[in-house]
């Protein structure tokens, strides 16, 4: 379906000068609770909403012994570019819950988090180092760098697992990656929404650099009988946005898709409101938020927000939060995103197929644990993403076939809050490829 012209998702990652502006993946703004809840669509996957939080008097298990299992996360903590703190610190926390709790297969977990700097010779420099260090995975990782990160994992044959975001081939294609996200498929699910809310006329506005978003956004259109009737590329450093407003709500639309990054998506939405457009606005969990909508009032109920994950105030999440607060996370980081919750959902997804490794903990190491990733066909995080089988690539897609997750979920703007909207995870798989 994607070739490799201007366009498509080989094309856009060459243009990685402009990738920069696609911080809508794991966006780090202050802590507020702005990510989606669950969908209720026939055929999904339940993800409940009860609020609930882990219990301090649960019985202490017994002290991890033996060696370290050590594991990497890789992403970008001081760069000119975006930062992702959040997922550090959440990796960290990881640790220090997983070690109170008995680790994984009763050997403790050692978490080293590198920094790449967004620079291309600082991520290769952070894959060789997962390779001397011995690491069983890079887990949780995300970066605009993969295409350097992933060489010599593929050569060394130590998984990538559990990435939130991929967005380059290697992540996409290679037999060592193991996404859990959707990235970026849940610019389809804004579609499908869009659709189903009666929306007749409806425009797309996307961050340049993220034209790769476009093609299977398209397709969806194209399974509903619909094309766009604009396409507005958006300057990625935010300015006065109402020209491109004028446009995108020109010619009587109805609703507007974007995929935009939250820095952006605050400049847009002041001038929106000021425009006094009704045209309903479709964007991105983490990037339509509290943050981008503050101050703001109830100008922008009934904008819909697709994502990955359920709101970080679900129940999926509750031993999360209890770990932060165990950890005295920074307040000054964005948990409820998809960097903070993909991390987590990630090392939980890793302590589960490592322990599910013949031969207990003593047998756990980098080519037990690909291993076993590559034979699991059920991996149950509770409801934080759907069930996944690492056994069946997507294969009517080659060019995405490691995206073995294509669902999203969604939240929506009430009372100039973000809050859960739907309650189970919705398949965009069959949209993604023009299908209904």
Not at 128 to 140: E, H, I, L, T
Request: charged share 15%.
């Amino acid at each position: 379906m994607f070739d490799d012209r201007a366009g498509s998702p080989a094309g856009w990652v060459r243009r990685r000068s402009r990738v920069f502006a696609t911080a809508l993946v794991v966006c780090i703004v202050p802590l507020t609770l702005a990510a989606c809840g669950s969908d209720n669509s026939s055929g999904g996957t339940s993800a409940t909403s009860a609020a609930t939080s882990s219990s301090s008097s649960t019985p202490a298990a017994a002290a991890p012994k033996g060696a370290p299992i050590k594991a990497m996360t890789i992403t970008s903590l001081d760069s000119q570019g975006p930062v992702y703190p959040n997922i550090a610190v959440t990796a960290k926390a990881y640790e220090k819950w997983v070690n109170a709790n008995g680790g994984i297969g009763g050997r403790p977990l050692s978490v080293e988090v590198c920094d790449e700097h967004g620079k291309p010779t600082d991520a290769s420099a952070c894959a060789r180092k997962a390779v001397s260090d011995n690491v069983v995975a890079v887990v949780g990782s995300f970066s605009f760098l993969g295409t350097n990160i992933m060489p010599a994992l593929t050569k060394a044959n130590i998984a990538n697992f559990g990435e939130c975001c991929p967005i380059t081939p290697p992540e996409w294609t290679g037999k060592n990656s193991f996404p859990m996200g959707t990235q970026p498929l849940y610019a389809v699910g804004l579609v499908k929404r869009a659709v189903q809310d009666g929306c007749k006329k409806i425009n797309a506005v996307i961050i340049d650099g993220a034209q790769g978003f476009l093609p299977p956004m398209q397709n969806a259109m194209k399974a509903n009988n619909m094309k766009f009737g604009k396409t507005i590329i958006l300057p990625p450093t935010s300015q006065d946005y109402s020209p491109q407003i004028a446009e995108a709500t020109g010619g009587g639309a109805d609703c507007i898709v974007m995929v935009v990054s939250e820095t952006p998506f605050v400049a847009w939405n002041q001038a929106y409101v000021q425009s006094g457009s009704t045209a309903r606005l479709y964007g991105p969990q983490g990037n339509l938020d509290a943050v981008s909508i503050k101050g703001l009032g109830n100008k922008l109920d009934g904008s819909i927000i697709a994502g990955m994950y359920p709101d970080l105030s679900t129940a999926p999440w509750a031993t999360y939060r209890q770990a932060l607060k165990d950890a005295n996370a920074d307040p000054a980081n964005d948990y409820n995103s998809l960097g903070g919750m993909g991390t987590w959902a990630a090392y939980t997804g890793f302590k589960q197929v490592a322990e599910a490794i013949p031969g207990g903990g003593a047998k756990i190491d980098s080519a037990t644990f690909i291993d076993q990733a590559g034979k699991t066909t059920d991996l149950d995080t509770k409801g934080m993403v759907p069930k996944i089988d690492f056994t069946k690539p997507w294969t009517e897609n080659p060019d995405y076939r490691r995206l073995f997750n294509r669902t999203v979920v969604y939240s929506t703007v009430k009372d100039g809050k973000v809050v859960p909207l739907t309650t189970d995870f919705e398949d965009v798989s069959a949209l993604a490829l023009g299908q209904k």
